[in-house]
């Protein structure tokens, strides 16, 4: 009975053990069928909008990045044209622009008309002059209004780049030898063609019916080809230092306003100069062509410019130049290699790909009359281009190239070029005052004037202001290797000086006599300058430079003997400003 209650005990055991067995089973494999609901249901993940990659070959994105970056260049030129001009064109600035219209107005006739506009193409034509420097300002707030605008919001029309490309001409076009530099031009046709990125009204920044033209995208890209190849051509035909590899022996030292950047790659060895005169005549005269080599060496061609343009920001202050020839290279990249620079669940990234997705599907907009009037539009601006270019190209075959020149009045096709040839050593000419009635007594004490970035004191740190720029600064550079009657607004500065006026001292660093009586004498002195070397005495001493006079670059001037030189030119009086 026992072994038969056992065994069933044993049997019961054994039952109940299969039974746990099965039931253990019958779970693990409910388990593994949850694990695979679960993998199911978490494997689309990655197909996610996130997750999904651009396609290529549309510039939905490039556009947005174009646009900012036109208006970021904008802002910093309308801020220098805000803090400057009253100083340099307004009416009490050193070459006031009022003046120059009135000349520009007796020159075509008498009349404020179409030969005027197009002679100095500007809205100052309609305001009135009697408070000249309202207008400069008003017209540089709205710029800066405008561009500020676009810069934060990546959102812009026709009329909104149409308006700043506007109001920065009517600058320009009166700015005299102030805007006389070759970026100004730049400025003006990189604008010019960010006006028909947009469509016309309309602020969104992907507009579904108004897609960014391939025309406009090779505008972009053409122009960065003609920048390169036309700075690389004047290099070769100009100073020899380019095709012996010297030039870069002497450029960080004489460059216009070197940074302290520029004084470690000065004194770099003689071998790494060479590689970087090479590397410039790679990049300037064989890159630019990778444009038309398809699509990834076109992106090498941008990447390889923009990479180029941040080594020159770095080395120098060259204004806003660098960074605006950065602005075209960006066209060289579509949507694909740009979404990085968006946030993966941002609305542009997500517009786009829906974008792409629907014109995969063949569920484009169906076009309408303004669609149509906009290729119309696009097909006229590349045959505008393609005619202003012309004179443009045969100026970059000629032997007798000319840089930073303009073939029309509007500027919209320009010839570039930088730094033709070199300067082989710097001068500096420096202001200096005194209170002494005799200039040339023994006692004399002379003290130096500063300017806002260019060498003047030894031991003063050289400036690092880019993308800003000090525009007398940089006319005081070309100034130092010329004469003082080749710019005779040298002379105009100096009295100035003499009455201490505000206007020109706003331009200045240092006035050694403010708070004090004004100077009673003003001469120019021109100096020999260079850099100390690392681990010489001066250097230990914290001077930045050496410098050795070599002579008077104007005789020591008062105000006396100044009123017959103003009246003569039809100045004011020093003391009347």
Known sequence: MRRALGAMAVSGEGSE???????????????????????????????TEEAVQLQTGTYWLTRIVLLRSICFIYFVAFAVAYNQNRALIGQRGLMPCREYLRSVKRYVGGKIGGAALAYTPSVLWSMQWEDMDANLDNIALAGLALSGFVLLSGRANMVIMAALWTLYHSIVSVGQLWYSFGWESQLLETGFLGIFLCPLWNLEQIPRRTPPSFISIWTFRWLIVRIMLGAGLIKIRGDRCWRDLTCMDYHYETQPVPNPISYYLHHSPRWFHCFETLSNHFIEL?????????????????????????????????????????????ACFDDSALEFLFWSSGTARR?????????????????????????????????????????????????????????????????????????????????????SADPSGEEVVWEEY??????????????????????????????????????????????????????????MGHNPFEGREKPRWIRGEHFRYKFTKPGSTSAANGNWWVRKRIGPYFPAVNLEGLRRYFQSRNWPQPDNY
């Open 17 to 47: 053990r299969g039974l746990r067995r099965r039931r253990s089973v019958k779970q693990a494999d409910r388990s593994a069928e949850d694990a695979d609901q679960d993998q199911q249901d978490v494997a689309p993940e990655p197909q």
């Open 286 to 330: 064989i890159v630019p062509f990778f444009t038309f080599m398809g699509r990834r060496m076109c992106m090498i061609n941008g990447a390889l410019q923009i990479l180029f343009q941040v080594v020159l920001i770095i080395s120098g202050n060259l204004s806003f130049l660098n960074w605006l020839t950065i602005v075209p290279s960006l």
């Open 351 to 435: 517009t786009v790909l829906k974008i792409q997705n629907e014109d995969a599907a063949g569920q484009n907009p169906p076009a309408t009359a303004r669609m149509l009037i906009r290729r119309v539009v696009n097909v006229s601006l590349g045959i505008l281009i393609a005619y202003l270019s012309v004179p443009v190209l045969i100026n970059l075959l000629s032997s007798r190239q000319v840089m930073n020149t303009s073939f029309d009045p509007l500027r919209i096709v320009n010839t570039y070029g930088a730094f033709g040839s070199i300067t082989k050593e710097r001068t500096e000419v420096v202001f200096q005052g005194t209170l």
């Open 450 to 507: 500063e300017f806002l970035c260019k060498p003047g004191s030894v031991n003063r740190r050289p400036c690092l202001i880019s993308p800003y720029h000090y525009r007398l600064d940089w006319l005081m550079w070309f100034a130092a290797f010329q004469t003082y009657e080749q710019n005779e607004w040298i002379i105009q500065i100096a009295g100035r000086l003499l009455a201490n006026d505000s206007t020109v001292l706003s331009l």
